[in-house]
């Protein structure tokens, strides 16, 4: 954990909240439960589908085949055509879901604009859902249940620990209603757990009066996917700015979180090298567990 504590005062110098170190030390845990499942006799099988030709998309499988050879998980790996069926792709995960030698399963999103994502994630073992996006697994986060997190929500609690950003009674405002991330950290950060149990307010662009509600946080997170909607007249001085939506033109990274609200924050994750790497972290943190969990090992 980082050795320096952030607290939440006005006028506070803003400092950088980066996640790669959060990553490296996520990484590190599951590197050591790959070395004890292989020593007793299961390799972790982390499985890929890429749908299509998007270029971006492959790239990222390839990252993700990376480090999936790098911390000594098997990556099996399907691509479709872009004129696959719902059927080719529900067919796929059938057999992914069938086979006891695949922990974990990851469906790079988009999928070709005429297949129905959603639907497909549903006929996925839940089990096997490293996203943590599966109905199922959304369920268990609203109940409190053991399961796979979302990834990028995962990793915003990781990062604000490893930082030690007070969060436990503090004023959480999150902007951004979107299933993969305002809603499931709404109710990440509510549970009882001393790296949450904060009081969280959920707003979006759909409330005329939104700043109203991001300058009295304690915590602000960024979620709407919009470029540079947070400026810093909407940041409380001193407080602890975290950028987790972005869109993408191209291949440039857009953040909602205007770089210019470091001169009011105390603290802020940077623009690049913020909440990614820890969202990728939390992904093989899934799919560890669940080899953990369907081997019965550990």
Not at 240 to 250: I, L, M, P, Q
Not at 274 to 282: D, I, S
Request: hydrophobic share 45%; glycine share 12%; charged share 20%.
């Amino acid at each position: 954990m980082s050795s320096s504590s952030v607290s939440v005062t006005s006028g506070a110098t803003a400092r950088l909240l980066p996640g790669g170190p959060v990553a490296d030390q996520v990484l590190a845990g599951v590197a050591a439960s790959v070395a004890e499942l292989r020593a007793a006799g299961v390799t972790p099988a982390l499985a890929t589908v890429l749908v299509g030709d998007d270029d971006a998309s492959a790239g990222y499988i390839r990252i993700k085949q990376r480090q999936a050879a790098e911390l000594g998980f098997a990556s099996p790996h399907v691509r479709l055509p872009a004129s696959a069926s719902q059927a080719d792709l529900g067919a796929v995960l059938a057999d992914f879901n069938a086979d006891s030698g695949v922990h974990g399963v990851l469906v790079q999103h988009p999928v070709p604009g005429h297949l129905d994502y959603d639907r497909a994630l549903a006929g996925l073992d839940p089990d096997k859902d490293v996203d943590g996006m599966h109905p199922v697994n959304m369920g268990r986060l609203a109940l409190g249940l053991p399961g796979p997190l979302p990834c990028t929500p995962a990793g915003i609690e990781a990062l604000l620990a490893f930082h030690r950003v007070p969060v436990s009674g503090r004023e959480v405002v999150i902007l951004g209603r979107g299933a993969t991330l305002g809603r499931p950290l709404a109710m990440l950060l509510a549970q009882k757990r001393p790296t949450a149990n904060a009081a969280v307010t959920v707003v979006h662009t759909g409330v005329a009066d939104w700043p109203r509600f991001t300058r009295r946080a304690e915590i602000l997170v960024a979620a709407a996917g919009v470029p540079g909607i947070v400026r810093p007249e909407h940041v409380r001085p001193g407080a602890v700015v975290v950028g987790g939506g972005v869109r993408y033109e191209g291949r440039r990274l857009l953040p909602d979180v205007d770089e210019s609200c470091a001169e009011v924050a105390g603290a802020i994750t940077p623009r690049v090298g913020g909440v990614g790497p820890t969202t990728v972290a939390m992904l093989f943190r899934n799919a560890v567990e669940a080899a953990r969990r369907l081997s019965g090992v550990g």
